[in-house]
């Protein structure tokens, strides 16, 4: 049995049917030109308009040398054919001119050609053919219907010229015509123009396309610079009316996606400053008691309140008025890395890459310094890498500690959500490291996944755009 929405494979002897491979083969062609097509709004857009373009012009093109060419060449190869077994019919039916001078002179007055009488001479061997020769063919069919004698053309030799030869039995006659009396000749007039108009639509498409695509970059541009939490800058929609209302949403979101920041950085703010002023009062309170047990543990309490509060303040100041800027991340880590081992930890330091990344330099800082804080708290050994390349920035913090189960690794992202061997107060974690991080790393446009590190405990792993 298999389940809703399953598509088992069908058995080999049905899969071996001529059906079943035309199919296949039907797909992987699909699949194959899928692959091939322009991935972008513009290049698409430009094959909408060229594709039916070049496809009425082939049909264009076809039917006129179908019709037109081949019709107007056959009709001028038979009237050269009928002057030539005209010019035959007078010279056996009246032989009176034996050296052919008033049939040469009429010839070249009346039809336009040069006849000439080799005498004792037979028919060259053939020559070479052309590949595709429309007048060779033409010719060759209406001499073999009207004249019906051995004969011999050259189409090919002289460009401007048709050579004909007629075996008269003794002798041999010798034609030489303008090659636009038996080939229509100027039908790369029509190919010109047909060219020429298609480059001048094409352009004018081009144009035209691009004034319209480049609204719609600016809009994608500006979305994901927000998304990146950079600066967009003075953004204004403009093109077609839908584009326009697309822009205009995406203000709107914009701004109250500001505005819902702003006001929750205010509340975090205000309730941040409000409970420090009743958390200090307490701790004056409980300093002025007789020290005993319970007052140790409600002045832990208050510190760990404290603690609490001052991670929100920090996250507040970091998602308020910071902008985005061009920031050194390489010295960025550096400084990490020195406070680190100020404090009596060792981390080690490696970076690939461009060190420029345009990104909100506090709250990057608190990002990797929470990783690396979490670290250290938990490991002997902590190793910090960075690597800027291919338009991401990885950074990647990998510590010796006990690591965190896999199952528990979406949960530690929760807001004071602490793992049971870390809940105690040596340790003095808030649960709200992790969280913040991810935050500001989403706020970049990025995320923060954990696993397993070569050094056996966790390995944090931050993605940036850029």
Same mark, same amino acid.
């Given at each position: =049995?298999?389940?809703?929405?399953?598509?088992?494979?069908?058995?080999?002897?049905?899969?071996?049917?001529?059906?079943?491979?035309?199919?296949?083969?039907?797909?992987?062609?699909?699949?194959?030109?899928?692959?091939? =097509?322009?991935?972008?709004?513009?290049?698409?857009?430009?094959?909408?308009?060229?594709?039916?373009?070049?496809?009425? +012009?082939?049909?264009?093109?076809?039917?006129?040398?179908?019709?037109?060419?081949?019709?107007?060449?056959?009709?001028?190869?038979?009237?050269?054919?009928?002057?030539?077994?005209? !010019?035959?019919?007078?010279?056996?039916?009246?032989?009176?001119?034996?050296?052919?001078?008033?049939?040469?002179?009429?010839?070249?007055?009346?039809?336009?050609?040069?006849?000439?009488?080799?005498?004792?001479?037979?028919?060259?061997?053939?020559?070479?053919?052309?590949?595709?020769?429309?007048?060779?063919?033409?010719?060759?069919?209406?001499?073999?219907?009207?004249?019906?004698?051995?004969?011999?053309?050259?189409?090919?030799?002289?460009?401007?010229?048709?050579?004909?030869?007629?075996?008269?039995?003794?002798?041999?006659?010798?034609?030489?015509?303008?090659?636009?009396?038996?080939?229509?000749?100027?039908?790369?007039?029509?190919?010109?123009?047909?060219?020429?108009?298609?480059?001048?639509?094409?352009? !004018?498409?081009?144009?035209?396309? @691009?004034?319209?695509?480049?609204?719609?970059?600016?809009?994608?541009?500006?979305?994901?610079?927000?998304?990146?939490?950079?600066?967009?800058?003075?953004?204004?929609?403009?093109?077609?009316?839908?584009?326009?209302?697309?822009?205009?949403?995406?203000?709107? =979101?914009?701004?109250?996606?500001?505005? +819902?920041?702003?006001?929750?950085?205010?509340?975090?703010?205000?309730?941040?400053?409000?409970?420090?002023?009743?958390?200090?009062?307490?701790?004056? +309170?409980?300093? &002025?008691?007789?020290?005993?047990?319970?007052?140790?543990?409600?002045?832990?309490?208050?510190?760990? =309140?404290?603690?609490?509060?001052?991670?929100?303040?920090?996250?507040?100041?970091?998602?308020?008025?910071?902008?985005?800027?061009?920031?050194?991340?390489?010295?960025?880590?550096?400084?990490? +890395?020195?406070?680190?081992?100020?404090?009596?930890?060792?981390?080690?330091?490696?970076?690939?890459?461009?060190?420029?990344?345009?990104? @909100?330099?506090?709250?990057?800082?608190?990002?990797?310094?929470?990783?690396?804080?979490?670290?250290? @708290?938990?490991?002997?050994?902590?190793?910090?890498?960075?690597?800027?390349?291919?338009?991401?920035?990885?950074?990647?913090?990998?510590?010796?500690?006990?690591?965190?189960?896999?199952?528990?690794?979406?949960?530690?992202?929760?807001?004071?959500?602490?793992?049971?061997?870390?809940?105690?107060?040596?340790?003095?974690?808030?649960?709200?490291?992790?969280?913040?991080?991810?935050?500001?790393?989403?706020?970049?446009?990025?995320?923060?996944?954990?696993?397993?590190?070569?050094?056996?405990? &966790?390995?944090?792993?931050?993605?940036?755009?850029?």
């Amino acid at each position: =049995m298999t389940e809703a929405g399953d598509r088992p494979n069908p058995p080999r002897a049905l899969r071996d049917t001529p059906i079943i491979r035309l199919r296949l083969g039907w797909r992987r062609l699909a699949r194959s030109i899928a692959e091939r =097509m322009p991935k972008g709004l513009y290049g698409r857009s430009l094959l909408i308009v060229l594709l039916p373009m070049l496809i009425l +012009q082939s049909v264009v093109a076809y039917v006129f040398m179908e019709r037109h060419w081949d019709l107007v060449t056959r009709r001028l190869s038979e009237a050269l054919t009928r002057d030539i077994a005209a !010019i035959i019919a007078v010279v056996e039916t009246y032989p009176q001119d034996p050296d052919w001078d008033t049939i040469t002179r009429i010839a070249r007055r009346d039809l336009g050609v040069s006849v000439s009488l080799l005498k004792g001479e037979e028919l060259p061997p053939p020559g070479p053919k052309p590949f595709f020769s429309l007048l060779d063919t033409a010719l060759s069919d209406e001499i073999v219907t009207r004249i019906h004698r051995p004969f011999w053309i050259d189409t090919v030799g002289n460009s401007d010229l048709v050579e004909i030869r007629i075996d008269m039995g003794t002798d041999v006659l010798r034609v030489l015509a303008r090659r636009s009396q038996a080939y229509a000749s100027n039908s790369h007039i029509f190919l010109v123009w047909m060219v020429t108009t298609s480059v001048v639509l094409l352009t !004018i498409a081009i144009l035209f396309l @691009r004034n319209q695509i480049r609204p719609i970059q600016r809009l994608a541009d500006a979305a994901e610079s927000f998304g990146k939490g950079r600066p967009v800058g003075t953004f204004k929609p403009t093109g077609a009316r839908e584009v326009r209302r697309a822009g205009e949403a995406f203000s709107v =979101m914009r701004r109250r996606i500001e505005r +819902q920041i702003e006001q929750r950085t205010a509340m975090l703010a205000g309730v941040s400053h409000d409970l420090r002023t009743v958390l200090t009062r307490f701790r004056l +309170q409980l300093a &002025l008691l007789p020290p005993d047990a319970e007052i140790e543990a409600l002045e832990a309490d208050v510190d760990e =309140m404290q603690a609490m509060l001052e991670a929100y303040l920090a996250f507040a100041r970091g998602e308020g008025d910071e902008e985005a800027a061009a920031t050194d991340v390489a010295e960025l880590l550096r400084s990490i +890395q020195i406070e680190a081992e100020r404090a009596g930890f060792a981390v080690a330091l490696a970076y690939e890459g461009d060190p420029t990344l345009t990104v @909100r330099p506090n709250a990057f800082k608190r990002m990797i310094g929470n990783l690396v804080g979490n670290a250290c @708290r938990h490991g002997e050994h902590v190793r910090l890498a960075g690597r800027h390349a291919e338009g991401y920035l990885h950074v990647i913090v990998d510590d010796d500690g006990p690591g965190v189960p896999e199952a528990e690794r979406a949960n530690v992202f929760r807001p004071f959500y602490r793992l049971d061997e870390a809940r105690n107060q040596d340790e003095g974690g808030t649960g709200l490291g992790l969280a913040i991080a991810r935050d500001i790393a989403r706020g970049h446009g990025g995320d923060i996944t954990l696993d397993t590190a070569p050094m056996g405990g &966790l390995r944090a792993v931050v993605r940036i755009p850029g």
